[in-house]
């Protein structure tokens, strides 16, 4: 069945169509509905169904006499290690690890918070907590301690799962500080620590609260527990327009169902062939993609520790697809933003022989259509730019190859999936027609995987998410639709930015520098950069007691952000102003600097205060300009 088709018996008859690839799975006790309303009448899936998510990721695979298979393909450059897991390896070490973690306590719906560097016992460690109905909450290595201690904070784990160091590049980050500090922020007590040691730094464990990976590892095998499809597998926490991150809750079933049903349908892929997200398992993608589905779908993952350059070199990616045999790579545009940096011509592509790559799914951020041309001249197969976000755990559209590829139009994410219908609503909630620009919303009920709430905080998930639309789900990006049903996000409209394929919150940033004893007031604003999509600008006006040098401020600021939010922030430009332009009432003009900035179109606003204000940051732009050099 084509795409038309699928889409059409999705929206018609979500009940069907969602059992019928709920069968895709084991199931302790098969659901016999669909789509039910939990008490906060959000829609839930599969409310009558209970299952294991790791027993469908790993045992189901060996139990079909697949154990030899290889699961997880360990490569990693930037050590020099290589490690092929066959499901049946993973199995042991994925039920040892569970025992180990059972024998501290951890039980299900108890959390472990995982903040690690991309080593397959990270990926254990999640399996191991789904294996135990425990919820993981994967923290991004490039976090600074404070970002941690939050997280921790609002998860309140029992464990804390880490390693002695992640490696950039040839960098040495080592871990136990971060971790140390975090614990030292957090109020709550009582959390244990688990240390991986890593060759490349190995530390002498002297604190009492930590203990050995060896141990951890080495627990008695234990058995799937039964969980409710409702049951939350993880908490994955992602930016908002403020310090707090979200706490994005994935239930067990919906996830296991859209992601093994999406691994056919959007990405084109069968039992036994190679699949690699090269992400983060720190990162939405990683936690779909890299983990969950294609191991539920039966292929091989790979799990890559390095950067698409300078490990060793502009070729790594295509080596690795070429080592693996990958049919399928999945990465973000910045990352062949890089590539085609260090090597225009792509001469290192050509050093390879891909015959079995077949397609290319880029997602984090648009694919501009400069890196799209040139990706298609480089590998000449099908380059999908497929839309996303933590929140709905895969995709909302794109061109699902495994129903059919559907012309490649630049510049657009493609079609809606199955499953998801997609409005474009002016201020009022109004849908717009064709063509005319306005907020991207999905109308409910949103299919499975996506969110039900946010931990711990029912009210800011209904007062992000549903309440400015009623009956939609307001995905915080701008866009519109064309003629042809094909979906162009041009955008966030919040103070969300994303920085090289990081999901940032300038709301954050602002709130750091705002707490700097010499700013009065400021505003970050994502600004386009030619290899990490947007970076964040902040612009400041001082206190007028203050007399320091702008250069000097800016270097503290940058260290302040960089300390508090981590070096992916990529906060290094901060300008000193002597106003910012608002309105009236008092609102910092945000959206008309972003647009001035980009050099968009923009109208001087009706409400302005005062309009010498946006002369004045153009002239710092202007001034900027000539620092920048040609
Ligand atoms: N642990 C510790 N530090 C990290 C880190 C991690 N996991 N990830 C990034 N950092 C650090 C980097 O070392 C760098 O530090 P520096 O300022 O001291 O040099 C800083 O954070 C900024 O990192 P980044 O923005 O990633 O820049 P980069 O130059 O190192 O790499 C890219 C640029 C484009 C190659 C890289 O960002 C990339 O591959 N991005 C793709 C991201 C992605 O896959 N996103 C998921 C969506 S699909
Ligand atoms: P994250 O939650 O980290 O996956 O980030 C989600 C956000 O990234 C979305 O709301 C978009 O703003 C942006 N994004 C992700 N994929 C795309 C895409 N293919 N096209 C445009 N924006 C994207």
């Known amino acids: 069945m084509g795409y038309s088709d699928t889409y059409a018996q999705a929206r018609d008859n979500p009940e069907e169509f ?70 049946s390896d993973l199995l042991s070490r994925v039920a040892a690890t569970a025992g180990g973690l059972a024998r501290m306590g951890v039980g299900k719906g108890d959390r472990v918070v995982i903040y690690m560097p991309m080593v397959p016992e990270a990926v254990i460690a999640m399996l191991a907590c ?99 499809a409702t049951d939350p597998l993880y908490v994955l926490y992602t930016s908002g327009t403020t310090g707090k991150p979200k706490g994005v809750v994935r239930d067990n079933g919906g996830h296991a169902v859209a992601l093994a049903w999406s691994m056919a349908a959007v990405y084109g892929m ?14 939405v993608v990683g ?57 225009p011509h792509a001469s290192r592509f050509a050093d390879y022989d891909l015959d079995c790559l077949k397609a290319l799914f880029l997602a984090g ?32 559209a794109g061109n699902p190859l495994g129903l059919e590829l559907l012309p490649i139009k630049p510049g657009s994410a493609s079609r809606p999936l199955p499953g998801y219908e997609i409005d474009i609503l002016d ?18 009920p949103l299919p499975p995987a996506c969110l039900p709430t946010l931990w711990g905080d029912q009210k800011r998930f209904q007062a992000s998410y549903l309440d400015r639309f009623p009956g939609y789900y307001q995905t915080g990006d701008g866009g519109y639709i064309d003629a042809d049903g094909y979906l162009f996000i041009m955008g966030r409209t919040d103070d969300v930015i994303n920085v090289a394929g990081h999901r940032l919150s300038t709301g954050e940033m602002e709130e750091i520098i705002a707490g700097h004893p010499a700013v009065a007031e400021c505003a970050v604003i994502g600004v386009a950069d030619g290899l990490k999509g947007q970076v964040p600008m902040g612009f400041v006006v001082l206190k007028d007691t203050v007399e320091l040098d702008s250069d000097e401020l800016e270097a503290e600021l940058i260290a302040l952000v960089r300390s508090r939010v981590g070096p992916v922030a ?42 010498a204000a946006l002369d004045e940051i153009m002239g710092l732009l202007g001034r900027l300009d000539r620092r920048q050099g040609p």
């Open 18 to 87: 969602w059992l019928q690839r709920a069968q895709l799975l084991d199931w302790y006790q098969t659901p016999e509905r669909a789509l039910s309303v939990d008490d906060n009448g959000m829609e839930r899936w599969f409310a009558d169904g209970v299952l294991n998510t790791c027993h469908n990721a790993v045992d189901r695979h060996v139990d079909a006499g697949r154990g030899q298979q290889v699961a997880v393909h360990y490569d990693s450059p930037v050590t020099g290690c290589r490690e092929s897991i066959t499901y």
């Open 130 to 228: 789904a294996r135990l109905g425990a919820i993981h909450s994967v923290v991004f290595g490039g976090f600074a301690a404070a970002e941690l201690a939050v997280r921790l904070t609002d998860a309140a784990p029992k464990v804390l799962l880490t390693a002695t160091c992640g490696i950039e590049v040839s960098k040495i980050v080592p871990y136990l500080p971060i971790v140390t500090e975090a614990l030292a922020m957090t109020a709550l007590e009582g959390i244990e620590v688990v240390v991986l040691q890593r060759p490349q730094h190995s530390v002498a464990i002297e604190d009492s609260r930590f203990s050995s990976w060896a141990d951890l590892s080495q627990g008695p095998p234990v058995a799937c527990s039964p969980v409710a």
């Open 270 to 283: 069968a039992e036994g062939e190679v699949f690699w997200a090269a992400s983060d398992i720190g990162w």
């Open 287 to 343: 936690h779909s993609y890299i983990v969950y589905a294609p191991l539920l779908a039966g292929c091989t993952t790979v799990l890559y520790e390095g950067k698409p350059v300078k490990t060793p070199d502009a070729g790594a990616f295509w080596r690795v697809v070429r080592d693996y045999q990958v049919k399928v790579l999945f990465a973000a545009p910045t990352a062949f933003r890089a590539i085609r940096k260090e090597d």
């Open 365 to 396: 951020e648009r694919l501009d259509p400069p890196t799209l041309e040139w990706l298609q001249s480089v590998t000449k197969r099908p380059v999908i730019d497929h839309w996303w976000q933590t929140e709905t755990g895969w995709a909302i």
């Open 427 to 444: 201020g009022e909630g109004k849908p717009l027609p064709r063509g005319q620009e306005g907020a991207v919303a999905i109308r409910r």
């Open 570 to 611: 990529c906060f290094n430009r901060a300008l000193v102003a002597q106003r910012l332009p608002k309105t009236r009432s008092g609102k910092i003009l945000r959206s008309t600097m972003r647009s001035i900035v980009d050099g968009r179109p923009w109208n001087m606003p009706a409400t302005i205060e005062d309009p």
